[in-house]
């Protein structure tokens, strides 16, 4: 509603000695001027500019005899002031203005400037104006003055002696005795009052009062603390008056009273506010509500604040702010909802949480608009010499000006049907929707076009006003900020209405006269081209937007008329333009419709108007025409209460049951806001209907409206839509109010399931309370949101230093500024239904909104409090709601989700509590085992860690990691290895500590898996010891290796799992998922050259070569080769072509730069024709491979008989691409160039490049290859080399077989697989053929060597520099030794396995790296 902005501004008062300091401060009906009053002095104060105007200083000698000055009150035309004095005198000073045109203050212009042309009232609104004060008539009431008020044309004055006078502001008595207290009847209420008590006291009296006009009657509080509300029995003050009062009431210190919600607010003693209204019927006063600060806010507040000093209404009574003795500031909504308080936060503590001494307020008075609060501070006794310092600085007279914005609804209720939060300051707006409205909404750039189809359409067609985004509405927490045009606001302050327009993109702001508005698109304002139109409209009953049009109720001060106006926003703001349409009296309040206009008068009547547009030749205008009136002076006492008026399509009646649909979206009823009451009117339907087609749509006669329905009591703002959406009738059909201290209600349609018929008893609408804890400034209807303000500080005192003069203010307060948030509130509907037993309709109201983002959030809110609600009561519950909202969450697929969320931020004693309604834990885990939903089951994992014994976790445990390893879940997979660690490390303690499952892959000990798969031992130094103390079993160690630094129990841990790991590497091996093997042992740095060392004759065998092959193509997506029909006698079928092939791709893919050639093919000359070149530039040819005369044949890798090839960097270093290749590379695409290659040469390059497969399988091959020869497993090895078609690895294979001991049944193995393949190749796969050709020599030698197995070669050296002597098994025993998880020293420098996680550095977020990373296999 209001809200603090900045720092206060402090008014420097003319020094005078301390004794002269102002205390009190009172502005005038107009708050145009404020008198301050000191003890013998009276000042006058303006408004805008805030400059002192005159002073009255009174001499010494009648000082003494009058006694110091106390309170002063204004004639309501502000010519008089009245001030109270010590002794009992009333001084009666008037207030002229001085010497004919001057001015204490005037603007001063630059020369040229449009502003000096002279307006009409120029002088008036923008100079200070000069004043004279003189002290017209004394008058002695010879008893001390407790309180005076002005009362209509009346003074009325209460002294402490028991009596009320009543004095004519001329200074008479106008000959009336004084009322003496003991005469008046006080009682209950006014039906017993004839036979009331009297004040059968002597000394009571009146301590303080105030008038309420629209209960025509004074609030009064006793000085014994009593209060009491007194009313004249006839309609003048005559002698006969009588009283009520409250019984409960003993305490009372001050009152103030709102007129417009007829409220009376009681300070008390204790601290809190009570306050009273009357009862309509009784005439009693009943208790509305309560202000206080609860213990929950302020936990330390008890007994803190002392007695209520002050209590003050703001000029528009939505707002009430209230002092306490001991200082503090509150701002309390009307019906008591807490917007801000002083006494806790950034107020009340210093940035190095010292308590600051809250601020003590003498008298406070609200400036125009409510834009100001004047506060008159004297502050509290300081204790230490700093703050006393501080203090003779502090206690230097001054006024503080608190700055508030206040949100648009206080003074424009018709804004409730919009979704915007607007807030208007004195010399700016505050939006919520800011730009992206632009972006957010196509229609808006149809804005400016005078022809819109899409706005000519019905607007409210289903999906003709979309809500604005969710994005534009919540997208960030600061406000789009307009500064009002300042040549407008100079003679035009204050800003008293403003309104937005649906689509959030176009303001108008109404001050003093006219009004401006301004276009968010192109960041202009428009303002009257002619300034005496308008100098000579005052608005009077706010207004609004309809479309383009700006439609707005005014006083026409030249005609002396009231005026319905009609201005088109494109159009120059001109009289011209306008449709202007006679009103009969003045025009409180008005709301746009739809189509239609509906406006209250002073006169207590309602009047609906229908708006169209129409084009006037070249210009759009809008026409309005009366509808209907409806008179309400019987049940509106005053036209003054009525807070807004708006109509709505809401009706008791649901649509289903209306004879014509579409009245369902008609202006069913109007919604009143009398002083608080929500009243309704409906639509009679009750009478003969009349049919659509039969009458002419502009002479269709209304329907008349049933007498008004009471729906609510203390009701602040109403919100509905005028949009339809059949898939969330619920929320769009209800009606939104905000009711203060008692949070908000919802006046929900309830609709029957499938249209059937509803029964008759089920009431079809129902009111539900919720609270929340913003106040409400917006409802978002399909997004289920409320929007808000909330005043947040900051602080800024420790930029000064402790003693510095200049930090008052800014240690004294911190700095406000207002932040933007929301509110979901479907959880609290979903419960009051499930309360009330409409599950159904519950159930209807959610699957409207599960497409809504944060519906799981909805879901966990409402379990959570109702779980918080009923687990902690300390009374057994009857009938628990947690069964039922249990029951309704599993309706929805996030049920699993929910509860365990719900259960995960819930404390653990609470939990059983939850489980007994839900299920039990170990059903949920499989349930979601089952549902494959394993992030959701290892957050129950940690449930049953704390619920169960650790045998059952472990089991749960052991479930879960094994069905993500097959999925290949790596993330789930590290933290399940980590959480079996845990349990098996905690098992003696209970209960085992909660390892969290949402934590991110990256963190901690898992980072050195990037680095390289190394074993614990190693590992251990190349991470911070920190990280190593917070998790220490994240790698896998295995074996021995793992007990230099663990506990013995780790190692049985240890031991489990690497046992599960070796289970899954088996399978994937049985089953030729080589690629999934990668992956796995890359993320979950499992050590697989040891491993494989160990498996080589066991799960390492490749039992059908044929089938390894197939699986292989398949998983690597690698196409099967082919050989095309037509070109057996190609010159291209020999390898030499496939040596340019090869390097072309070789820069960036082929480590081993193996261009083996085919032999034995009759064609070789024709291709080295071409190729020659290349051959010639390096003559290295392999010894290995030279079988037969024609194999003389170029070769660009490096020879494989040198010992240092064998390390990593040779195999998979591909991003250093050597000056070798490069100039091959070059001297290929010059020679390429120079060539004319014929159609069927290029057919077969293109389809020898299409032979191979992607360049990342390329990469993950030859690592998986130089793996497998690393371990041994020479069988494999062949198998890849086969894929990639390089007789260069079978040679090197051979090299090994020749050159170290190999197991015979390896061989065999080989060898007989090599044939299969080679049927295979014949029968279904020729284009294996040539390639087995070129390889046949290596074959046939293999054969011989299987058949030496007999004398194997047994004594060959072992070197660790090569990879043959390092496979070989005396290198194995070596490494088992000394366990196997250690490698030995060549093998870390240079050809450790490096890790799938570093290729995939780059793409390291993605969960599966193997899949999607990219892969350069480079070895730092």
Not at 472 to 478: A, V
Not at 479 to 486: A, E, F, G
Not at 588 to 596: H, N, T
Not at 880 to 897: D, G, H, S
Request: contains cysteine; glycine residues 6%; negative net charge.
């Amino acid at each position: 509603m209001y809200f603090l902005s900045g720092w206060p501004k402090r008014l420097l008062c003319p020094l005078g000695n301390p004794a002269e300091a102002p205390f009190h401060v009172q502005s005038d009906p107009q708050r145009a001027f404020f008198a301050v009053l000191a003890p013998a002095r009276l000042s006058i104060w303006y408004n805008r500019p805030s400059v002192l105007i005159v002073t009255y200083k009174e001499p010494t000698k009648s000082s003494a005899q009058f006694g110091s000055y106390k309170q002063a009150e204004w004639r309501p035309d502000s010519t008089m002031i009245a001030v109270s004095t010590a002794n009992g005198y009333m001084l009666f000073f008037h207030i002229t203005s001085t010497r004919g045109d001057k001015y204490l203050y005037e603007p001063v212009y630059p020369k040229g400037s449009p502003q000096v042309k002279g307006t009409p009232h120029f002088k008036d609104e923008q100079c200070a104006p000069a004043l004279h004060l003189e002290m017209r008539k004394i008058l002695d009431l010879q008893a001390p003055i407790m309180s005076l008020k002005s009362v209509l044309e009346d003074l009325l004055v209460a002294t402490s002696d028991g009596l009320l006078h009543l004095i004519h502001w001329e200074g008479m008595t106008n000959g009336r005795k004084a009322i003496n207290l003991c005469t008046v009847p006080f009682s209950v209420d006014l039906q017993s009052s004839r036979a009331g008590s009297f004040l059968g006291f002597a000394d009571v009296h009146i301590r303080d009062m105030e008038y309420c006009a629209t209960l025509d009657g004074f609030a009064v509080v006793f000085n014994d603390g009593r209060v009491g509300f007194i009313t004249p029995v006839s309609s003048r003050f005559t002698a006969e008056l009588h009283g009520v009062w409250p019984q409960d009431v003993v305490d009372g210190t001050c009152v103030a009273v709102n007129n417009k919600y007829r409220l009376m607010a009681f300070g008390c003693m204790s601290g809190s506010v009570q306050v009273y209204t009357i009862d309509n019927t009784t005439g009693a006063m009943l208790l509305s509500h309560k202000l206080e600060l609860t213990a929950k806010q302020y936990p330390d507040i008890w007994n803190k604040t002392g007695a209520v000093k002050l209590i003050k209404w703001s000029p528009d009574n939505s707002v009430v702010i209230v002092t306490w003795e001991y200082g503090g500031l509150s701002l309390w909504s009307v019906f008591g909802a807490q917007l801000i308080c002083t006494l806790g936060g950034d107020f009340a503590y210093r940035s190095d949480g010292m308590k600051k001494e809250p601020l003590k307020i003498n008298s406070m008075s609200w400036g125009a608009e409510g834009y100001h609060l004047w506060v008159i501070s004297g502050f509290g006794s300081q204790n230490t010499e700093i703050e006393s310092e501080l203090r003779s600085i502090v206690k230097q007279p001054g006024i503080l000006l608190f700055q508030f914005i206040k949100s648009v609804l206080t003074v424009n209720p018709c804004m409730s049907n919009q979704e915007q939060v607007l807030l208007q300051g004195e010399d700016r707006l505050y939006l919520n929707c800011g730009e992206a409205s632009q972006a957010q909404n196509p229609r808006s750039f149809s804005a400016h076009s005078k022809h819109k189809p899409i706005r000519e359409k019905s607007p409210f067609a289903n999906g003709g006003l979309e809500s604005q985004g969710l994005s534009t509405l919540l997208g960030h927490r600061h406000w789009h900020v307009v500064q009002i045009s300042s040549t407008y606001l100079e003679s035009n302050w204050p800003i008293r209405f403003s309104a937005i327009d649906k689509l959030g993109q176009n303001i108008a702001v109404v001050g003093k006269f006219g009004f401006a508005h301004y276009s968010l698109l192109t960041k202009k304002w428009k303002l009257f081209g002619n300034i005496t139109q308008e100098q000579n409209m005052i608005v009077t009953g706010g207004l609004a937007w309809w479309n383009d049009f700006i439609v707005l109720a005014c006083y026409n001060i030249n005609d002396h008329q009231e005026e319905l106006r009609v201005y088109l926003r494109t159009s120059n703001l001109d009289n011209a333009f306008a449709h202007i349409t006679k009103a009969q009296a003045e025009t409180l309040l008005l709301s746009v419709f739809r189509d239609m206009v509906i406006v209250f008068r002073a006169d207590c009547s309602i009047c609906l108007y229908s708006i169209e547009r129409r084009s006037d030749g070249p210009f759009l205008t809008a026409t309005i025409q009366v509808l209907q009136e409806v008179s309400m002076s019987r049940y509106i006492p005053h036209p003054f209460l009525v807070v807004s008026v708006t109509l709505t399509s809401v009706s008791t009646e649901n649509g289903i049951t209306l004879k014509i649909p579409q009245q369902a979206r008609d202006a069913e009823s109007i919604m009143l806001n009398l002083a608080g009451q929500l009243i309704m009117m409906q639509r009679d339907r009750s009478g003969p209907q009349i049919r659509e087609k039969d009458s002419n749509s502009n002479q269709r006669k209304l329907l008349p409206f049933c007498p008004p329905v009471v729906l609510a009591q203390s009701v602040e703002n109403v919100w509905t839509t005028c949009r339809a959406n059949k898939q969330k009738r619920h929320l769009l059909e209800a009606l939104w109010l905000s009711c203060g201290g008692a949070g908000m209600k919802v006046w929900l349609p309830l609709f029957p399931r499938d249209h059937r018929k509803p029964h008759s008893f089920l009431s079809q609408r129902i009111m539900l309370p919720f609270h929340i804890n913003i106040y409400p400034l917006a409802v978002l209807f399909e997004d289920a949101l409320v929007l808000g303000a909330v005043n947040d500080t900051l602080l800024y005192d420790s930029l000064y230093t402790r003693n510095s003069g200049r930090e008052q203010l800014e240690v004294l307060f911190p700095f406000c500024v207002v932040e933007r948030t929301s509110q979901i509130y479907l959880h609290h509907l979903l419960r009051q239904l499930l309360v009330r037993n409409l599950g159904e309709q519950a159930l209807l109201l959610a699957q409207s909104c599960a497409a809504l983002p944060y519906f799981p959030h909805v879901l966990e809110l409402m379990l959570h409090e109702v779980l918080e609600e009923e687990a902690t009561s300390r009374e057994p519950i009857p009938d628990p709601l947690l069964p039922t909202v249990a029951k309704f969450i599993t309706e929805f697929p996030l049920f699993l989700q929910t509860v365990v969320h719900c259960a995960r931020k819930t404390e653990y004693a609470l939990w059983n509590y939850l489980f007994a309604a839900v299920g039990n834990p170990k059903d949920l885990f499989e349930e979601c085992l089952m549902a494959q939903d394993l992030d959701t089951a290892a957050s129950y994992l940690i449930i049953l860690q704390n619920m169960e014994v650790p045998a059952v976790s472990r089991q749960h445990a052991t479930l879960l990691f094994s069905t993500a390893l097959e999925q290949g879940k790596w993330d789930l997979c590290r933290h399940m290895i980590r959480f079996l660690k845990a349990i098996g490390s905690g098992e003696s303690e209970t209960p085992p500590s909660t390892p969290t499952a949402q934590e991110p892959s990256s963190s901690g000990g898992f980072e050195f898996f990037r680095n390289r798969s190394i074993s614990l031992s190693q590992s251990a130094e190349n991470v911070p010891a920190s990280k190593f103390s917070l998790q220490k079993t994240l790698s896998m160690p295995s074996g021995p290796s793992g007990k230099r630094w663990s506990k013995d129990s780790d190692c049985a841990e240890n031991m489990y799992i690497d046992m599960m790991l070796w289970r899954h590497a088996r399978r994937l091996l049985e089953e030729v998922r080589l690629k999934d093997l990668g992956c796995f042992a890359a993320q979950l740095g499992f050590e697989l050259i040891s491993w494989l060392c160990k498996e080589r004759t066991r799960a390492a065998r490749v039992d059908n070569f044929v089938i390894a092959l197939k699986r292989l193509h398949k998983d690597f997506l690698w196409p099967l080769p082919i050989i095309p029909a037509s070109s057996f006698n190609s010159p291209f079928k020999n390898g030499k072509y496939r040596t340019g092939e090869q390097l072309l791709k070789s820069q960036s893919a082929d480590p081993f730069l193996n261009l083996d050639m085919d032999a034995g093919i009759s064609n070789v000359q024709q291709s080295q024709s071409w190729l020659g070149n290349i051959g010639s530039t390096h003559h290295e040819i392999d010894s290995a491979s030279s079988h037969g005369p024609q194999t003389q044949d170029a070769f660009l890798s490096p020879l494989f008989n040198k010992g240092d090839e064998c390390s990593i960097g040779s195999a998979t270093d591909l991003t250093e691409s050597s000056s070798m290749v490069d100039g091959d590379w070059t001297m290929v695409d010059e020679n390429f160039s120079t060539l004319s290659l014929t159609q069927s040469e290029l057919e077969h390059i293109s389809m020898e490049l299409a032979s191979k497969g992607p360049h990342k399988s390329q990469v993950q091959l030859r690592y998986l290859l130089h793996i497998f020869m690393e371990a041994g497993c020479l069988d494999w090895c062949i198998v890849i080399g086969l894929i990639l078609r390089e007789s260069s690895v079978i040679n090197q294979i051979l090299v090994i077989i020749q050159s170290t001991e190999v197991d015979g049944e390896m061989l065999q193995n080989i060898k007989t697989g090599l044939h299969a393949v080679d049927r295979w190749a014949c029968t279904d796969c020729p284009g294996y053929k040539p390639f087995l050709n070129i390889i046949k020599p290596q074959l046939q030698k293999l054969s011989e060597i299987t058949e030496q197995q007999v004398q194997p070669e047994a004594f060959q050296p072992v070197t660790v520099g090569k990879t043959p002597e390092q496979t070989s098994p005396r290198a194995e025993e070596g490494r088992g030794s000394s366990g196997h998880g250690c490698i030995p020293q060549g093998e870390i420098g240079g050809s450790s396995a490096v890790s799938w996680k570093e290729e995939d550095a780059a793409g390291a977020e993605e969960e599966e790296s193997f899949p999607d990373g990219t892969y350069d296999c480079s070895v730092s």
